[in-house]
């Protein structure tokens, strides 16, 4: 038989084996008839027929991984074709199901094809490539076809492993007819000819896997199982997997529930890059909320915001700034801020850098009577200290009072004025919140040029430094921008002008003028002037005398005054002089080169921005004291800027001050000071001092009396 | 920074405040393009920048195929024309320690320094006041030196090992994640390795020989090293204490 001859040249031409049951299936539909001799026949015959579908399918086979939809798909469903329809052998079906199948298909291609049988094993497959590649899905579909199928399946199956055992060298040829009769399987090996007849033992072996693919309660058929947990094995190859079939079955049974993704899943990492983005979005946004016209108008024509985007494009000219894009954020920060609160005037003051985080300070003054609630807490402490040592002295066995008296702490200007002029706004990044700093007192002033310390980023974080400084960080970064503004802003000569006051005195009388205005006659001075002497700059914030205050403060007259108010505790006057020179400074607007040198070194450079085009420069001046401090002026426009970490410079490195000596306990004094014990030789020469010594007083009074007696006679 | 992502690495690092002028800018493009022509290194990267009183210095630094060689270093001060320093030696950096101040901005500037110096003269022994000159070139070149042996910095996987010896850049270093680049382990020193030999074994067995050949920055004392987050996130400036 032609068909027989085709099914030899199948076999030995045949690369793999059986690829889905389906293939089976339709083989095996169309070989229903011809039992026995037809079981290898009809194969060959089916695949003739399936040979049309065979050469379309190379075209797909490359595509599809597993199964391959068949084209031709129509008709009904199973039935059984006549035998002559049995053409080629199963593996042109293998070959349509398109896995690595490029002999096979060719093999299959010079069969002759019979076009009726094609039909219904199309439809066959198309019902099985339906199913998809796994073979749960067409053990579903399998059990819905008639039970012929299945013994036509395990006949066929039986062919197949010969067939793919021959030429297989896969395992997932293997693995496929594993899949496709686990139970059969043994059968069909045992067997050395199918038997021709669907016979008692076939039958049985198709009651067995129809019983085995029952499902479940829980959806799920042994088969299956079976079956996935065999491909698991055959994939991963574990050893000794007899030992460890339980869990294999068991993670089998689990995989069920996970998404058929891979493994390792992508956690949506919340990386603070995203935050700060989060947050720095709101920046862009906050102009689009309120979409009236009139506000927009209002915005252009009063603003007090600075226009930081032009003093960047001049201190980027010196090689100064902080890159455009930070500059922008901050501009817009500014912007946030200038909305949010009542402010007059606004500046970018500059960038401090900290250990964790930086600051971007801020320069602000509020508008007239729009004096924003301070927190008082300097006051609150000093009531706190006055009511301890009240406390204190209610005791009825009054302790000793030690003599140490501290000095009395100097009162802070008051806001508006001297160090508190401006007050200062911080942020971490242009996005977050703005915080507000207290204001200086003269003794953080004083204490932090005692000290240096770098700036962590967080303003809660405690100083610890000796001398201990009062007050945490936002305290001592408040003192330390008030030295700097006071040590490196300045203007060019002219632009500011005092304030003329027509008859007032002031309360302090030598503290120097503090308060000044723009000079409207203002004409600018030539920035080659600029740079080339020093004196056409001067300062325009209050110097900080060495007490921690721009105007002097008397601390003599203010003890007193403690002292008549206090209940006398203190019998002893302060040991203070009681009279303490008064300290000055220079007065406003001095120029800058009067600035003292630190160990000949000038306190500023001047430089011009570029040498190649000297008309359109602009002249930058750079602090030596403060490094970081910059300001720059194209002949009108001037503006500082601080960019850096907050400290003076030194030449030497900072060393800690020592501590004090130990304080003396108590002055000695004759009644407390130890003296040994007189030892008992020293006793009783004391004694006998004393007896010899009444002894002569009272001869002596004898002596008198006699005397006087004679007298008398 | 290297000499061909110039701009880029300068936008980056604008953090800290300082950058360069346009004008120092597109010079510095140019004239390093001309340097790494004339000297033939495979790299010139700019050092940066040492503030001076009068003036500024630009330095540029010059790598060779080997980049642990001993790089040469060169300097301007108008980010046209560069000067060749002399290679740093210990003495000069023990002359230039007893120097203080800031740096005058010309190179020929030469600072005086008074020591007391015993001066034998036939049998007696003076001690005189010897006015030491030192030039402020030989100042820069320790400065120089020293300031690379402390934070000179290269990010692990940058830099490998050839089985000859010679040092490369990993041309498929793709940069750190953002994890690894949070701890002080991914970072080494870009200089001669002192410390790798005092590891003991057990670490030895963990490096990688191609890759971990430096000193790392863990065990820098003081742990000044402190990583400074960066609005991106991406970038890291390191601040050194």
């Known amino acids: 038989m032609e068909d027989l001859t085709a099914l030899k040249q199948e076999k030995e031409t045949q690369d793999s084996g059986e690829e889905d049951r389906p293939w089976e299936e339709m083989t095996i539909v169309s070989s229903q008839d011809p039992k026995p001799e037809l079981s290898e026949p009809p194969e060959s015959e089916q695949g003739l027929e399936t040979g049309p579908q065979a050469r379309s399918s190379p075209a797909r086979s490359p595509q599809s991984g597993g199964s391959t939809p068949l084209g031709d798909p129509a008709g009904p ?189 992508n956690e949506n990492e919340m990386l603070p890059t995203y935050e700060i983005a989060e947050k720095q979005k709101a920046l862009f946004l906050q102009g689009t909320l309120e979409g009236a016209d009139q506000d927009l108008e209002d915005e252009i024509v009063e603003t007090s915001l600075p226009n930081v985007m032009e003093s960047a494009f001049y201190f980027e000219q010196a090689g100064v700034g902080l890159g455009t894009d930070e500059t922008y954020r901050i501009f817009l920060a500014l912007k946030q801020l200038t909305d949010t609160h009542p402010i007059q005037r606004c500046r970018f003051w500059g960038k401090i850098l900290g250990l964790e985080m930086n600051y971007i300070v801020a320069e602000v003054e509020f508008r007239e009577g729009e004096d924003e609630e301070e927190v008082e807490e300097e006051d609150v402490t000093e009531e706190r200290d006055d009511g301890e040592s009240e406390g204190e002295e209610d005791d009825e066995d009054e302790l000793p009072r030690s003599l140490y008296k501290a000095s009395q702490a100097l009162p802070k200007e008051e806001s508006r004025t001297g160090a508190n002029k401006y007050f200062y706004f911080v942020c971490n990044e242009p996005g977050s919140p703005w915080v507000r700093l207290p204001s200086v007192t003269p003794a953080q002033i004083v204490t932090a040029r005692k000290i240096k310390k770098f700036f962590t980023g967080r303003l809660d974080a405690p100083i610890a430094s000796y001398p201990p400084f009062p007050g945490n960080e936002s305290n001592y970064l408040r003192a330390q921008i008030a030295r700097i503004s006071a040590g490196t802003h300045v203007s060019p000569l002219g632009f500011y002008q005092f304030v003329e006051e027509e008859g007032e005195e002031e309360e302090e009388v030598e503290g120097g003028q503090d308060s000044f205005e723009e000079n409207p006659d203002f004409e600018g001075i030539q920035v080659i002037d600029l740079v080339e002497s020093l004196s056409n700059w001067v300062h325009h914030v209050q110097h900080i005398l060495p007490q921690g205050r721009c105007n002097w403060f008397n601390p003599i007259q203010k003890s007193e005054e403690e002292e008549d108010e206090e209940e006398e505790e203190e019998e002893e006057k302060e040991e203070e002089p009681d009279y303490t020179e008064q300290e000055v400074g220079p007065p406003l607007l001095t120029p800058i080169s009067e600035d003292l040198e630190i160990q000949n070194i000038p306190p500023w450079t001047t430089q011009l921005t570029s040498n190649l085009v000297p008309q359109y420069a602009t002249a930058v001046l750079r602090s030596n004291l403060w490094p970081g401090a910059y300001a720059f002026c194209n002949g009108k426009k001037f503006e500082n800027l601080y960019i850096g970490w907050g400290h003076k410079y030194s030449p030497d490195s900072y060393t800690p001050p020592v501590p004090p000596p130990v304080c003396q306990e108590y002055p000695g004094r004759p009644e407390i000071t130890e003296v040994d014990d007189p030892s008992v030789e020293e006793e009783r020469a004391f004694q006998a001092a004393q007896e010899a010594a009444a002894l002569q007083a009272q001869e002596s009074e004898e002596t008198d009396e006699d005397e006087d007696d004679d007298v008398d006679d | 920074m290297d000499a061909e992502s110039l701009l880029l690495s300068l936008e980056l690092a604008s953090g800290s405040g300082l950058g360069l002028s346009p004008d120092r800018r597109a010079s510095l493009l140019t004239s390093l393009l001309l340097v790494k022509r004339d000297y033939r290194y495979s790299r010139v990267l700019f050092w940066g920048r040492i503030l001076g009183l009068v003036a500024d210095y630009y330095i540029a630094q010059g790598l060779s195929e080997d980049h642990l060689a001993p790089r040469k270093t060169l300097y301007s001060l108008n980010c046209m024309e560069w000067s060749l320093l002399p290679p740093a030696t210990e003495e000069m950096v023990v002359q230039t320690a007893v120097v203080k101040g800031r740096f005058m901005g010309d190179p020929s500037h030469e600072y005086e320094h008074t020591e007391p110096q015993k001066v034998k003269e036939g049998d007696k022994v003076f001690e005189e006041e010897v006015v030491v000159r030192i030039k402020e070139e030989t100042r820069l070149v320790s400065i120089i030196d020293q300031i690379d042996k402390a934070v000179s910095i290269v990010p692990r996987g940058a830099l490998f090992k050839t089985p000859f010896g010679p040092i490369h850049v990993n041309r498929t270093f793709e940069g750190l994640s953002l994890s690894e680049a949070k701890k002080l382990s991914s970072y080494f020193h870009f200089r001669e390795p002192v410390e790798l030999k005092n590891k003991t074994l057990l670490e030895k067995a963990d490096l990688d020989p191609s890759l971990d050949f430096l000193d790392s920055l863990e065990h820098d004392i003081p742990k000044g090293v402190r990583p400074q987050n960066r609005r991106y996130g991406l970038t890291r400036q390191w601040h050194s204490g």
């Open chain 1, 77 to 265: 469903g199973v039935s059984s074709p006549p035998p002559p329809t049995q053409g080629p052998p199963s593996s042109p079906p293998l070959a349509l199901s398109g896995q690595d199948l490029a002999a096979p298909h060719q093999s299959h291609e010079t069969t002759s094809v019979i076009p009726e049988a094609g039909t219904p094993h199309s439809d066959h497959l198309k019902q099985s490539s339906d199913k998809g590649e796994s073979f749960p899905h067409q053990t579903y579909q399998s059990k819905e076809n008639d039970f012929q199928q299945f013994q036509q399946t395990s006949g066929h199956l039986y062919e197949r492993r010969d067939v793919s055992s021959k030429n297989s060298k896969q395992k997932e040829l293997r693995f496929d007819i594993f899949q496709e009769g686990d139970s059969n399987s043994n059968f069909d090996l045992d067997e050395a000819e199918p038997d021709p007849a669907p016979s008692v033992l076939e039958i049985a072996i198709q009651n067995a896997k129809a019983y085995l693919q029952t499902s479940s309660q829980s959806g799920l058929s042994l088969y299956d199982h079976l079956s996935n947990m065999l491909t698991k094995i055959l994939d991963e190859h574990p050893k000794n997997a007899v030992d460890i079939i339980e869990n294999i079955s068991r993670d089998v049974k689990m995989a069920h529930f996970s998404k058929k993704l891979d493994t390792l899943q």
